[in-house]
């Protein structure tokens, strides 16, 4: 134990701790209504078509979240827009969507200086050298959130279940699922400048899909999800503090593994067994 | 216009350059078909990822990166087939945990080499400029044999991706079809990975066959070769594009996210043309015929 309170003496491994721990419980509790609504794909998406906001507010030199926040209701907008265009289907107007954003970012970041630099932290954060105004947009973001979801919760678990029902009962639907979808983008969005895009996604579906092996409940879901989500961040700061390898990857296959132990634990249909229902003739959607 | 569409081609590096670009937009615009009737886009965008530890490990042991991709890209491939089978886990949760999961291998994996941004830059965005001819041969020999294997089982890959049910009341192996899909979709990210890079390759399998969705509706086969056309001439757009703004404008263009940009443009285009034909047919009939016209235009 001694080496423990010995790694997080620093200040710069306190603020990562606090980082870590106050975002997995944020995209645990977000990331619930990711895995119910299937979300994961915008996510990722929401994640790398955002990185053109990133290069845009470091040339105007706004802060870093302005120019996510609003880029990224951009993207939102568009993948809105674009699966409602008859012949496309919503994942690949997704697609589209995430390759041509993060191509912008690309392009746009390869014609300034310190191209590889900025890029890879982009795509794998650099939680170590987080800021306390990191820390405080983190904060403020979770509250919001998390205060927005707990107000709209029963109407955001029916629009989940069964929108026509939620219209029937005279919920602006598309309001609802707007809010969510923002939602998610801010969590992104104040994610990504500390933990980097892949940990975002990570952290986001990760912890929901493993409380949804354990439990079928929704509000539990999403205190086993913060859990697991906060308890990954602070063993992958130790564990990549012990052997020196890198913060953001170590937290992503801490809570991979987590995944992986309760799917062997609990999930696993065995040929023989109450689980093994018969599916339906199409094996792999 | 010659100087501006044939000039760059003088140059050794930029002609392979063109040859690969050309090879991956036609292969990635037909397999990107299927990609898109059977809504695999995430699932091509979890490979994308996937096969990075793979290149990551050949990377710093010296070996062959098309192989280390390979290794990886099979495996995640076999991989997800067995975690969908879960009915807990829904195939994008899957998806989205496998790959977030390879990649971070892959980052620790690198992460250990000295030259650690330079490394990661290079595998996640290729160098299609640097492209040799033994990867053209690699890219194109990749190519011809993902176009006969799906040239062979079109019908079968067609009847499955409308109709499961049917595919498997015929007899046929659903689960044996989409492995082999998957198997092929791996093969051109493996193939494009060097040359535009882990990530943009998403692009070449997508943003094509989506543009060729909304123009053509008639047959998967005229899909595939709309798909095909978009791609390629994207690719040489992208290469002309980034070499203008480059050499006489001093706009140093990446040249594989040049290429996805262009792509994208052409979806736009497309999309805003279908659109506008769509809304004047519409409005030069009569209001009942509006559904049928949009159809129409759309094919």
């Not at chain 1, 107000?151 to 602006?172: I, M, R, S, W």
């Not at chain 1, 509000?219 to 913060?247: F, H, K, P, R």
């Not at chain 2, 990635?28 to 009737?37: A, T």
Request: proline share 3%; glycine share 10%.
């Amino acid at each position: 134990m001694s080496g423990l309170s010995a790694t997080f003496s620093s200040p710069l491994m306190q603020r990562a701790l606090l980082e870590a721990i106050m975002t997995g419980a944020l995209a645990g509790v977000v990331g619930v209504h990711v895995v119910l609504r299937r979300l994961s794909f915008f996510t990722m998406s929401l994640t790398h078509a955002t990185f053109p906001g990133l290069v845009i507010a470091e040339l105007l030199g706004i802060s870093l979240f302005t120019g996510t926040a609003v880029f990224g209701l951009v993207v939102v907008a568009l993948i809105a827009l674009l699966g409602r265009v008859r012949a496309l289907d919503s994942s690949t107007a997704t697609g589209v969507v995430l390759a041509g954003g993060f191509a912008l970012g690309v392009v746009l970041i390869s014609s300034q200086p310190g191209f590889t630099k900025d890029l890879t932290a982009f795509l794998v954060g650099s939680i170590l050298t987080v800021q306390t105004s990191d820390l405080v947009i983190t904060a403020v973001v979770g509250v919001a959130v998390v205060t927005v979801l707990a107000v709209l919760h029963k109407e955001l678990v029916l629009g989940a279940f069964d929108p026509a029902n939620l219209a029937a009962l005279g919920y602006p639907v598309l309001l609802l699922d707007g809010a969510l979808l923002v939602a998610i983008e801010l969590t992104v969005v104040a994610a990504i400048p500390a933990v980097g895009t892949i940990l975002a996604v990570a952290l986001i579906v990760a912890p929901a899909a493993t409380a949804r092996l354990w439990t079928d409940r929704i509000g539990m879901s999403m205190v086993i999800a913060s859990t697991v989500g906060a308890l990954s961040g602070a063993v992958g700061l130790v564990v990549s503090n012990q052997w020196d390898i890198a913060a953001g990857p170590t937290i992503v296959v801490v809570v991979s593994t987590i995944f992986a132990v309760s799917l062997l634990v609990k999930g696993v249909s065995w040929p023989v067994g109450r689980q093994a229902a018969p599916r339906a003739a199409s094996p792999v959607g | 216009m010659s100087r501006l569409f044939i000039e760059p081609f003088q140059a050794g590096y930029l002609q392979r350059a063109l040859i690969e670009a050309v090879i991956l937009g036609i292969v990635g615009g037909i397999v990107g078909v299927h990609v898109v009737l059977r809504r695999l886009e995430f699932m091509a965008d979890a490979l994308t990822h996937t096969v990075f530890p793979g290149m990551a490990a050949a990377f710093v042991l010296g070996g062959s990166l098309y192989v280390g991709a390979l290794i990886t890209g099979v495996a995640s491939a076999v991989l997800l087939t067995l975690l969908t089978r879960n009915r807990r886990v829904t195939s994008d949760a899957a998806l989205a945990v496998l790959l977030t999961g390879f990649f971070s291998i892959g980052v620790i994996i690198v992460s250990r080499s000295r030259t650690y941004t330079a490394d990661l830059t290079t595998l996640l965005f290729g160098r299609v400029l640097a492209v040799d001819v033994a990867q053209i041969i690699a890219t194109a020999l990749t190519g011809l044999a993902v176009l006969v294997v799906l040239w062979a089982l079109h019908k079968e890959l067609v009847l499955r991706a409308f109709d499961p049910e049917a595919t498997a009341a015929l007899g046929y192996s659903v689960t044996t079809l989409d492995l082999v899909l998957n198997v092929l979709i791996t093969l051109v990210v493996v193939s494009a990975v060097r040359a535009v890079g882990s990530v943009l390759v998403i692009a070449l399998l997508v943003t094509p066959a989506a543009a060729a969705q909304l123009l053509v509706r008639r047959s998967v086969g005229a899909m595939m070769a709309t798909a095909a056309v978009i791609g390629a001439v994207g690719g040489w757009l992208g290469l002309v594009v980034s070499y203008e703004g480059s050499i006489h404008h001093g706009w140093r263009l990446a040249s594989g996210g040049t290429i996805v940009l262009v792509l994208t443009a052409l979806f736009a285009s497309v999309l805003a043309g279908t659109a506008t034909v769509a809304t004047l047919r519409r409005h030069g009939r009569r209001p009942g015929a509006a559904a049928t016209t949009l159809e129409a235009a759309a094919s």
